[in-house]
């Protein structure tokens, strides 16, 4: 079940906030929680006992990681993040390590069943791991509910897609919270304009994405159209998902943190990923970059920490090493962006360094939507132009007006907020009659839906 279909809008969604309208306050997480599992076990049952593992596992090491006095703390630390990282490695990560012994000469393929990724596997083991070692920290204590704690793991909002939620950003409203009429009334907004964003944009441009990567000789003309038009997809996609995500969690009461501060309008590459998924982004660095040694190391260091950490980023979002290179791609942006720094030589001028990021991080989409080595070579190589410069018969079959009135929407959507130079701190209209404005947007959409099938959210993959 995902947030875009009929079962969810017309059976899930209602039921549960019927349901959760009339549970006692005491028992209002426990609601949440129960239909969690329902929601996952909605895809497969036979994978939820795997989540509430986790969730068992990381509930009751963190209580003995808060009682634990060194050395033995440390001992609960690596405990504690073993089963849920073990789970990842195996889940996420034995095809891609089988396969790879075709490429080395060791093949081991012809024994090997393919293993199955449980969809959020990776968002949910992140939040594990933040959790013992916030524990650790003592940035937070121990929760001492399980109800509570697999609650803020396991709310369906954010279970299989993300935003990559901490603990501590939750702790206090998981304990106590009471019902804001016009907090609920954003996160309705929040919802419906997600949807929108999921379905309008993202949606439509699907086609045009798939067909571009489908093409035998993609032109330079093929290979733009492509590339721009997944730019906007997954910028739509995921950063609807999460207002969606936002929005479901104002609902009962829990704010999740934002998680697009508006990328492309960004004017470095380090200033993309302060605006990209930022719950991940922020959590590389909390909890990978700063152990490293961060920025406090000596130079060559820091460019080794930036390298290792955007690498593992990488190979976090798929398990294939097109992803791990994918994040030394950026992660070499950005040591050249340290060095620049520290050169003492003049800054870059917003404007240029906008044009070569934006340029930087679409040439990256290309390794990053390829499903193969071999495919980002034929993509590279229609961009040079090898089979031609203009637009081919494949791809001009499926740019109707209605998919290039999308791309002009989609740029215009990501550009509007620098021309108009809106004021973030400017008063706003209140959140019923903003989200009665959305209301129309939003029944378009689910007419639209109504003609399609449904399209999976990209961020599931990983």
């Known amino acids: 079940m995902v947030f875009a279909s009929d079962s969810f809008l017309f059976l899930f969604l209602p039921a549960f906030l019927i ?49 634990a006095e060194e050395p033995e703390r440390h001992r609960a630390l690596l405990v504690g993040i073993a089963w849920p990282l073990a789970s990842l490695i195996w889940f996420k990560y034995a095809n891609m390590l089988v396969h790879t012994t075709e490429v080395v000469g060791t093949d081991v393929t012809w024994w090997w069943a393919e293993v199955l990724l449980p969809i959020g596997l990776s968002f949910f083991v992140f939040g594990a791991i933040s959790y013992s070692m916030d ?155 700063i152990p490293l040694g961060g920025s406090r190391a000596k130079l060559p260091r820091v ?69 193969s080595w071999a495919e980002a070579g034929l993509m590279t190589s229609g961009l040079l132009g090898e089979h031609g410069f203009g637009l081919s018969p494949g791809m001009g079959a499926v740019l109707r007006p209605v998919e290039m009135m999308t791309f002009v929407v989609g740029i215009a959507l990501i550009y509007l907020p620098k021309l108009m130079r809106i004021d973030p701190s400017a008063p706003e209209p209140g959140h019923t009659v903003r989200a009665v404005s959305a209301l129309p947007l939003f029944l378009f959409a689910v007419w639209v839906l109504q003609g399609r099938t449904v399209v999976p959210f990209l961020y599931f993959q990983f």
């Open 303 to 371: 460019c080794a920490n930036l390298l290792i950490t955007m690498g593992l980023g990488g190979l976090w979002h798929g398990a294939s090493w097109t992803y791990m290179v994918w994040g030394l791609w950026h992660g070499a942006a950005l040591v050249f962006e340290k060095l620049w720094d520290v050169s003492g030589w003049p800054k870059v001028p917003p404007l240029v360094g906008h044009i070569l990021a934006i340029v930087f991080i679409n040439l990256g989409w290309i390794l990053f939507r390829s499903q």
């Open 135 to 289: 524990v650790y920290r003592r940035t937070v204590p121990a929760e001492p509910s399980f109800i509570n704690y697999a609650t803020y793991q396991s709310m369906f909002g954010h279970l299989v897609a993300g935003p990559v939620v901490r603990y501590k950003w939750v702790a206090e409203r998981l304990k106590e919270r009471t019902f804001h009429r016009a907090e609920f009334m954003f996160g309705v907004e929040r919802f419906m304009m997600g949807f929108a964003m999921k379905v309008l944009i993202a949606d439509t441009l699907a086609p045009v994405v798939d067909a571009g990567y489908h093409l035998p000789d993609p032109s330079t003309v093929d290979v733009v159209v492509s590339i721009v038009g997944y730019s906007l997809q997954l910028y739509f996609d995921f950063a609807g998902y999460s207002a969606m995500a936002i929005g479901l969690g104002l609902m009962v009461g829990l704010k999740f943190p934002e998680n697009f501060d508006n990328p492309y309008l960004c004017t470095s590459i380090g200033d993309f990923w302060r605006r990209w998924h930022i719950s991940l982004s922020s959590w590389l660095r909390d909890y990978l970059f």
């Open 19 to 67: 349901a959760y309208a009339l549970s006692p306050a005491a028992l209002r997480n426990l609601c949440i929680l129960s239909f969690s599992w329902l929601f996952y076990a909605w895809w497969r049952v036979d994978f939820l006992p795997l989540i509430v593992s986790i969730a068992v596992w990381s509930w009751l090491t963190g209580l003995w990681i808060a009682r």
